[in-house]
């Protein structure tokens, strides 16, 4: 069946520092992909999304590629702000449009 | 502002107590789904409403029952709560294209002591 597997965390960064999440997938067919974001004691925001291989999603200099032939839809940030501290997580969207999760990701930026 | 309202938003019960928890859109979107998040466990899927009439079970529907009450609300009941439902609780909506991602309300903090 589909699944997702993200790298495990907490992840902790200096500010300024590069961010990568790695996300890989398992899907039968085109599934389409997605990071959200989720603040403490919030609900999840959609942070970006791809629907074809090779697109690339992006928005608050966030940065995802869906890779067909790696399985693989790492997330990018060039440099990380204290205020970019949350939870992200990786999900598809498969048979009938359900939305599967990976068990997300903690990252935590110190000043 | 647009979105998905969840209501309450922390509720403590007692074993073997029932509760019905409420989720409303006011986005026309068509499907409706009710997600619990575990520690360590991401979120995973309860119950989904593909359309107004519509429900069908998602990946640990146990212990739970929904209804959709017409196209804007899909509530959740625990029928007799066990301390495994200790959880947050989130509705999400989205609109039938499924490129498009979901829409989620602010959770429900659910302790069963």
């Known amino acids: 069946g589909n699944s997702v597997t993200q790298m495990e965390g907490p992840v902790t960064l200096s500010e300024e520092a590069f961010l990568t999440i790695n996300c890989t997938y398992t899907a039968t067919g085109y599934p389409s992909l997605f990071w959200y974001v989720q603040y403490p004691g919030e609900g999840l925001q959609l942070l970006l999304k791809a629907t074809k291989a090779d697109d690339k999603g992006s928005n608050k200099g966030f940065e995802a590629t869906y890779r067909k032939e790696t399985t693989s839809f790492h997330l990018e940030k060039g440099s990380v702000q204290v205020s970019d501290s949350a939870v992200y997580f990786c999900a598809l969207s498969g048979q009938g449009g359900k939305l599967i999760f990976g068990q997300g990701t903690e990252l935590s930026v110190k000043p | 502002n647009a979105g998905v309202t969840q209501t309450p938003k922390f509720q403590v019960l007692k074993t073997g107590q029932s509760m019905t928890l409420q989720c409303a859109q006011d986005m026309n979107h068509n499907s409706m789904y009710w997600y619990r998040q575990d520690p360590g466990m991401g979120l995973r899927l309860i119950y989904y409403?593909?359309?107004?009439?519509?429900?069908d079970k998602g990946e640990v529907p146990n212990g739970y029952n929904v209804s959709r009450l017409n196209k804007r609300e899909f509530s959740l009941r625990l029928e007799s709560a066990a301390p495994s439902q200790t959880s947050v609780y989130f509705c999400?909506?989205?609109?039938?294209?499924?490129?498009?991602?979901?829409?989620f309300g602010s959770g429900t903090r659910l302790t069963v002591v």
């Open positions: 409403s593909a359309s107004e009439g519509t429900t």
């Open positions: 999400a909506s989205r609109s039938g294209d499924r490129l498009y991602g979901y829409t």
